[in-house]
């Protein structure tokens, strides 16, 4: 996927205004009773997506469109079950779809589907292919770099040629290549690479099996560190771990910032994640879907744009991911309103969060 920015600050600014602005418009041909915008989104093996990005949509939306309604379906990872969802919301006569691909060839009939129908389809969070309207996202190869310099920097000395495991994502997803290409160009040249695997539905079984797997071929002592693509794929890493007792255990990255990972991280078994601000992402989606079902332009809302397989010139927003560990979870997820300090520490967890400095 290749991209252009431009004054990324400016662009920014210029979304919030906009996001203001599409509150404010009552006509754009739909009519007094508002319309409705299907999403679709692609699992539940990932606890955002129902946790945050569903609601934070729905939410948004209301708040733009107050007569708007949602048609919401779930894939279950399955891209013939998201092909059959979408087609339905065609046949329903949806006026926007926002569209979070499980398989970019395999849906990319359906959104050519949605173009004949002339329903705007806004991809988010994967790029999706075919005639798409808008790109909403964080920057992959930033979210990679991030994983990569902060499991150089948890090896310490071990990071002088030492000896690193990938449990990427699912190749399907447009993203699992974006994000291991960015993690590949920080570790390059730094750190072996002594095996890679790619974890199909991003499942916890499926990391579970492939580390288990690399340790019984390398033996628990080669291993320095692992890169793990996200969090429920490092849940699956660190079980495997302390399975097979690995002591101490090796630094694993992750990325969602998901409840069970803070506490890891918080616990010691798990190095960081990356938090990618869910309502800045909802915002920008939501704003871009409510624009074009009014039938406006997105020049306002958008701050960069990609080129797809299928489609160039994608007008997209991507946003910055953030790196956060044990010491600056209070100053990023804690202040952002994510979690509350009670949440992350229960009460087996509070002698750790006490020396994260999170209870203090």
Not at 68 to 89: H, L, P
Not at 244 to 271: F, M
Not at 283 to 297: F, I, K, T, W
Request: neutral net charge; aromatic residues 4%; proline residues 5%.
């Amino acid at each position: 996927m290749r991209s252009r920015r431009w004054g990324l600050g400016a662009g920014l600014v210029a979304v919030v205004m906009a996001v203001s602005l599409a509150g404010c418009t009552e006509d754009g041909g739909q009519g007094e009773d508002g319309f409705t915008v299907g999403l679709l989104l692609p699992s539940r093996a990932v606890p955002r997506w129902e946790q945050s990005d569903k609601p934070l949509i729905e939410k948004r939306v209301k708040e733009l469109c107050a007569d708007c309604t949602i048609a919401y379906a779930n894939a279950e990872n399955d891209a013939a079950s998201q092909r059959q969802q979408m087609n339905s919301m065609i046949t329903r006569g949806v006026s926007v779809l926002i569209l979070d691909v499980v398989d970019p060839k395999a849906l990319r009939s359906s959104v050519r589907a949605a173009d004949r129908a002339g329903i705007p389809v806004v991809a988010y969070d994967r790029l999706a292919e075919g005639p798409i309207s808008g790109f909403v996202s964080f920057d992959g190869g930033r979210v990679g770099r991030l994983q990569g310099e902060a499991l150089l920097k948890g090896m310490g000395a071990g990071a002088d040629d030492g000896g690193v495991v990938m449990v990427n994502g699912d190749p399907s997803s447009p993203n699992a290549a974006w994000y291991e290409d960015g993690s590949r160009s920080v570790l390059q040249d730094k750190v072996r690479i002594l095996k890679s695997y790619n974890t199909i539905g991003w499942r916890t079984e499926n990391a579970h099996d492939h580390m288990s797997a690399a340790i019984n071929a390398l033996g628990p002592n080669r291993i320095d560190g692992v890169l793990a693509a996200n969090d429920s794929i490092a849940s699956g890493v660190v079980a495997a771990l302390k399975s097979a007792r690995v002591s101490p255990l090796p630094p694993v990255t992750g990325q969602d910032a998901d409840l069970d990972a803070v506490r890891r991280i918080v616990k010691g078994e798990q190095y960081m994640t990356v938090y990618k601000p869910f309502r800045q992402e909802t915002e920008a989606a939501s704003a871009m879907a409510v624009a074009l079902a009014r039938g406006n332009d997105l020049d306002a809302l958008v701050t960069t744009t990609v080129d797809s397989p299928t489609t160039k010139d994608v007008p997209a927003v991507l946003l910055d991911p953030v790196s956060v560990t044990a010491g600056t979870i209070g100053r990023t997820l804690v202040r952002d309103g994510i979690y509350t300090i009670d949440q992350i520490c229960t009460p087996k967890l509070r002698s750790a969060c006490d020396r994260a400095g999170l209870t203090r």
